[in-house]
C-alpha cells in the first residue's frame, strides 16, 4: 500500500484539495450518510479515528455556532482528544504572534487545527510555519490547519459541504449546475470559495444577484469566466426574476453591512430589501428550486423569511447537517484513517519552471549609439531600457523613480522617456548609469521583479558586452521593499505577525500573494 496522500495535509483554500480528491471525499461522505441512516456500527467504525491521543484543536478568533461546533461534534464522533484555545484569556492579548501560538500547541501533540480568523491567508502561513516547526523538532508528521473562515477570503469546508449537497440535489448528476448566488458577495466568503469549487461540475451557469455596493469582486467574476462559466450579473431578486432563465438552486448569503461604514448603513435597507426574498416571489419561482445558505441568518432581517422555513425550499436545514459529516471525512483523511483506497487517475503533470531573464545575442558587442551621458556615449555602466513600454508618460516616470528607490541605483546618470522606434507613439522609460558595476544574479532577479518587459544592458569600454530581456519571475519572494496591499492579509506589515511576502506570478504583469491571494500588478507590490 502507498503512503497515505491526505495524512499532514492543510486545507487552507479549495483549490488545496484536487477535484479528484474532493470527489473521493465526497463518496466517503456518501457512505457515511448512508451507515449512519441505517445505524451500521460495525462499518462505521472503519470511519473513526479511534484514538485518544490524536489531538484536535479549534482556535476561533471570530464567533461561530455551525463551524466550531460540527467540527467539535465531528470529534467526538472520531473519539480523538479535542481542545479548544480560550482565545480572549489566552497570551494572544499579550502580542504572542501566531507563529509563536500555534508552534506551542503543535509541541503538546496537536495534529489538526480548525482556525477563524479575521487575517485572510492565515492557515497558508500557519502551513509553512508548522512544516519548519516540525522540521526543527524531529517530528514524522506536521500539523495539518484548516480553514474555518479567513476574513472575507474563504471557506473551503463550508465549500466542501455546499458542493456535496449540491450534488445530492442533482442526483449526483456531474453534468451542469445553474446556480444563483444572492446577497453579499463582495464580503461572502463561501462564494468565493466557489470560484474553485464550482469545478465539481462540468458546466457551469452562475447567476450573481447583489446590488453594486455588494457585487462580486472583479478578479473572481474575470476568474469564473476565464474557467468557462456562464455569468450572469443582476442588481437584484426584482429584476433576477423579470426574466425566463432562472436558476434552480439558490444561494444566499448573510449581508456584512457592519463592514462598510456609514455611507452604507444609512441606505442599508433599500440594499438589503433587494436580496431578501418576498411573499410575493413564491410563483414566479419554477418548480422544484431549493435554497441554501451557509447561515446564520438574522432573525430580526433575515433574506430566507422563516415563512419559507417549512416549504419545499429549504435545503439549508439538509446543507447544515451535511457540514458534519463532511467535517467528519476531512478529519478522516487529514488524520491517515481514510484515504488509503484513493486512486488518482486524472492527475495533472508538474509543470516546468520557465525561465524569466534571457540573454539576447544579436547585437552584442555593437556600440551603443542611443545611450549618452549628457553629450558622449556612455563607455562602462547598464542602460535599463523599454521599462513599462505601452503606459502613459506618468505611470512611466513614476515608475522609474520607484525602480530607482528599490534597485538603489542613486549616482550618476539619468532617466528619460522616449518613443519606441518600432511603433512610433508607445512610450518607454530608459535608466542610464554610467560607472555602475554589472549587477549580480539576485540583483537581476530583483530587476525582474519590479521592471518585467525591460532590458538591461550592461556597456564594457564602449560596446553592449551584455543584453538581457527581463520577464516577470515565476515566484516573487524574500526581497525587501515589497508587501501585499490588503490590509487584512496575514503579511501586511500592519499585523507585525514577520509574515514575509510571496508572490506567484499568474499572468505577465500581474502577481497573487501567496497567503490573502489578492492579485496586484508588478507596480503595486512594491512600498
Ligand atoms: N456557515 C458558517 O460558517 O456558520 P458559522 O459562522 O456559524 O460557523
Redesign the pocket.
Same mark, same amino acid.
Given at each position: 500500500m502507498g503512503k497515505n496522500r491526505f495524512k499532514g495535509r492543510s486545507l487552507t483554500v479549495i483549490a488545496d484539495f484536487s477535484l479528484e480528491e474532493r470527489l473521493y471525499l465526497f463518496e466517503k461522505t456518501r457512505e457515511l450518510k448512508a451507515l449512519l441512516k441505517e445505524k451500521n456500527k460495525e462499518k462505521l467504525e472503519a470511519f473513526r479515528i479511534n484514538n485518544g491521543d490524536f489531538g484536535v484543536y479549534e482556535v476561533f478568533l #471570530? !464567533? !461561530? %455556532?455551525? %463551524?466550531? #461546533? !460540527?467540527f467539535k461534534n465531528a470529534s467526538e464522533f472520531h473519539r480523538v482528544k479535542l481542545s479548544n484555545l480560550d482565545v480572549s484569556a489566552s497570551s494572544i492579548n499579550k502580542k504572542e504572534s501566531y507563529a509563536d501560538t500555534f508552534n506551542t500547541l503543535s509541541g503538546y501533540d496537536n495534529s489538526v487545527f480548525i482556525v477563524?480568523s479575521r487575517l485572510e491567508g492565515v492557515c497558508r502561513w500557519l502551513e509553512k510555519n508548522g512544516r519548519e516547526f516540525a522540521g526543527r523538532n524531529g517530528m514524522d508528521v506536521p500539523p495539518s490547519f484548516i480553514n474555518? *473562515?479567513d476574513g472575507k477570503h474563504e @471557506?473551503p %469546508?463550508?465549500e466542501l459541504l455546499d458542493e456535496f449537497t449540491f450534488l445530492e440535489k442533482l442526483n449526483g448528476d456531474r453534468s451542469s449546475i445553474h446556480i444563483a448566488l444572492i446577497g453579499d458577495l463582495f464580503h461572502g466568503r %463561501?462564494v468565493h470559495s466557489k470560484v474553485q469549487g464550482l469545478n465539481v461540475f462540468n458546466s457551469v451557469s452562475v447567476d450573481l444577484v447583489a446590488p453594486p455596493q455588494l457585487a462580486l469582486p472583479d478578479h473572481y467574476q474575470k476568474e469564473m469566466e476565464a474557467k468557462g462559466y456562464k455569468v450572469r450579473v443582476f442588481g437584484s431578486i426584482e429584476e433576477y426574476l423579470g426574466q425566463k432563465e432562472i436558476a434552480g438552486i439558490w444561494y444566499f448569503t448573510r449581508p456584512q453591512l457592519e463592514r462598510m461604514g456609514d455611507d452604507i448603513l444609512k441606505i442599508a435597507d433599500s440594499l438589503r430589501a433587494r436580496i431578501t426574498f418576498k411573499r410575493e416571489y413564491m410563483d414566479r419561482i419554477p418548480s422544484g428550486t431549493v435554497f441554501y @445558505?451557509?447561515?446564520?441568518r438574522h432573525k430580526e432581517h433575515p433574506t430566507i423569511p422563516a415563512f419559507l422555513d417549512s416549504t419545499s425550499l429549504n435545503g439549508w436545514e439538509e446543507q447544515?447537517m451535511n *457540514?458534519k459529516l463532511v467535517r467528519i471525512v476531512l478529519l478522516g483523511l487529514v488524520s491517515g484513517k481514510l484515504g488509503d483506497d484513493f486512486k488518482a487517475e486524472f492527475e495533472k503533470p508538474e509543470e516546468k519552471e520557465e525561465p524569466f531573464i534571457e540573454e539576447i545575442q544579436a547585437g552584442s558587442g555593437r556600440t551603443p549609439k542611443r545611450y549618452s551621458e549628457g553629450v558622449n556615449p556612455i563607455t562602462n555602466g547598464i542602460v535599463i531600457d523599454h521599462i513599462c513600454r505601452g503606459d502613459d508618460e506618468k505611470e512611466i516616470r513614476e515608475h522609474m523613480s520607484r525602480i530607482i528607490r528599490v534597485m538603489k541605483l542613486f549616482g550618476k546618470g539619468g532617466e528619460w522617456i522616449s518613443s519606441s522606434k518600432e511603433k512610433p507613439g508607445t512610450m518607454k522609460g530608459i535608466i542610464f548609469r554610467p560607472g555602475a558595476e554589472a549587477p549580480d544574479e539576485s540583483t537581476i532577479k530583483r530587476l525582474a521583479a519590479i521592471a518585467p518587459g525591460a532590458t538591461l544592458n550592461v556597456i564594457g569600454n564602449g560596446k553592449i558586452v551584455k543584453k538581457l530581456r527581463l520577464s516577470l519571475p515565476p515566484r516573487v519572494y524574500n526581497l525587501e521593499s515589497m508587501s501585499c496591499k490588503n490590509p487584512d492579509c496575514i503579511s501586511h506589515p500592519s499585523h507585525k505577525e514577520n509574515v514575509l511576502p510571496e508572490f506567484t506570478r499568474i499572468s505577465e504583469d500581474t502577481l497573487k500573494c501567496d497567503y490573502c491571494e489578492k492579485v496586484h500588478t508588478f507596480r503595486e507590490v512594491w512600498n
Open positions: #471570530e !464567533s !461561530s %455556532t455551525r %463551524t466550531k #461546533e !460540527s477563524r474555518a *473562515g @471557506h %469546508t463550508q %463561501t @445558505h451557509p447561515l446564520p447544515s *457540514g
